[in-house]
Every structure is written in C-alpha cells, then in structure tokens.
C-alpha cells in the first residue's frame, strides 16, 4: 500500500473512534486507551519517517504539521487525565477532535497530493511497507510509553528537530 493511503486509512480509523466515543454508547475508557494508541502511534510513523522523507517538498507544511501535532498531543494529554464524569471531558473530545480534523485537511489536500506528485509510485509503496511495519510497533509499544512526561515538550519537538530531520533537507 502507498505510504499515503497507509495513513489515509489511519486516519479513517481515529476518525471512527471520535464518533464512537461522542455516541456515548460505550464506556469512554477503553475508547479513549484505543483513540491514544492509534493516534499516538500515528503521529510518531508521521515524526519519525514520513515528514523526514518528504520535508523537502514542502518544508513550510511540515514543519506546520509538527507545531499541529505538538499541540494535539497537549490536547490528548489533557483529555487522558480528564474523568468522563468530568463537565469539560466532552468539550476536550471535540476540541482534540477538530484539531485533528482540520491538520488531517491539511494533509490530505494539501500535503498527499504533492508527495504523490513528487515520489514515484514504487518508492511511495516501499515507504508504505516501511512505515506499516513501524507503526505495528509502535502500537504494540502503547501510547503510555511514547508520550513524553509532563507538558514542556512534545514527541514532535523531539522529531522536527531530531538531526536526521534536518541533515537530510536543510543542508
Ligand atoms: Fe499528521
Ligand atoms: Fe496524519
């Protein structure tokens, strides 16, 4: 599968798990550990390998896409010390949900079209396979362990400005 469709797909699934959780037909708990996981385990493949991969078609966007996923991870951090009897944990869905919703745009519009344009197909299904296996992974490793402590720094400041990111692109 290409790399883009690989996380097309991902976001269909954190999609599906917002709509589940605001149904509030089923215990938020659990709903919440799966919605963290994917979407932690998500943003890192994105930090980590994809963003490197292409920063240079499009260095503005990318760098956007790591400030949106620094303060999405701010915003799921929140919602994860958050009680479901909580007056503010609805609010702290849709919030983190609508910011995701509108970095998602972003990337499907904007950002997938260029990267298809730019790499060839070939390269993109490689990249695909690659970042599938990372992303088992990093699901397995769970959210608990990928988030970092506290709220002075995000996993995406840790990978936009990890050197890999910018030797490749910035020299
Ligand atoms: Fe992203
Ligand atoms: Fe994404």
Redesign the pocket.
């Known amino acids: 599968m290409k790399a883009t469709s690989l ?1 097309e797909k ?2 269909r699934k954190v999609e599906s798990i917002f709509k589940q959780l605001e149904s509030g037909r089923s215990e938020p708990g659990p709903l919440l550990a799966e919605l963290a996981n994917e979407l932690v385990a ?2 890192a493949i ?1 930090q980590e390998s994809f963003y490197p991969a292409v920063r240079q078609i499009k260095e503005d966007l990318i760098l956007e896409s790591y400030e949106e996923h620094a303060i999405a991870e701010l915003a799921l951090k929140r919602l994860l010390s958050t009680d479901p009897e909580d007056i503010s944990f609805k609010a702290r869905v849709t919030t983190l949900k609508e910011l995701i919703q509108h ?2 745009e972003e ?1 499907e519009e904007e950002l997938f079209p260029k990267v298809e344009e730019a790499i060839e197909a070939k390269q993109l299904e490689q990249l695909g396979k690659a970042l599938k296996a990372e992303f088992e992974q990093r699901l397995a490793e769970g959210y608990e362990a990928l988030l970092p402590a506290g709220y002075k720094k995000t996993s995406a400041d840790k990978a936009s400005h990890a050197k890999h990111a910018n030797g490749a692109n910035l020299g």
Do not use: D
């Open positions: 996380l991902q976001h998500h943003m994105e970095h998602v990337e």
